[in-house]
């Protein structure tokens, strides 16, 4: 297994772990589609992202990537206070399981949420939804290729 899906099934496993105490808990996937129900406790979704820099390290070879993962977060509620609100919540909880673990268990050298972008959601025949994107940068080392 490469060390950029090592990293990226960390950060999934790391939001699931931290995420299951909620109640009600939101459902914690990752390179899925969004349904078009939104569970009551929201939705997370972890999608791979991209390798943003990719720097030498020479004798012997190794190079530093810098990958840039995102997490999707998706709140339906009643009113837009309400869907806020949990928004906000996941937000913050999302931020302090990767703290908490800068490492993700030793998968990657370092992890840091980045800020959140935001918008409303609107599926046919469903209620209202509100959504965030966090990137997550990853930085870690690999021996020989950057695909290593």
């Keep these: 297994m490469s060390r950029r899906e090592i990293a990226i099934a960390a950060l999934h496993s790391r939001l699931v772990t931290s995420l299951a105490a909620r109640n009600p808990a939101p459902i914690v996937l990752r390179g899925e589609t969004i349904p078009q129900r939104i569970p009551a406790g929201g939705l997370v979704v972890v999608r791979d992202g991209e390798a943003v820099e990719e720097t030498p390290?020479?004798?012997?070879?190794?190079?530093?990537?810098?990958h840039r993962a995102e997490v999707e977060i998706t709140v339906a509620g009643a009113t837009p206070a309400a869907r806020n609100a949990l928004l906000d919540a996941l937000l913050i909880d999302v931020a302090a399981a990767?703290?908490?673990?800068?490492?993700?268990?030793?998968?990657?050298?370092?992890?840091?949420?980045?800020?959140?972008?935001?918008?409303?959601v609107e599926f046919e025949g469903a209620a209202a939804a509100r959504a965030a994107a966090v990137p997550i940068t990853l930085w870690f080392t690999v021996a020989g290729s950057p695909l290593a």
């Design 57 to 66: 390290i020479l004798s012997p070879l190794a190079w530093q990537i810098e």
């Design 98 to 120: 990767i703290t908490a673990s800068r490492t993700l268990a030793g998968a990657v050298e370092w992890s840091q949420p980045g800020g959140a972008s935001f918008e409303d």
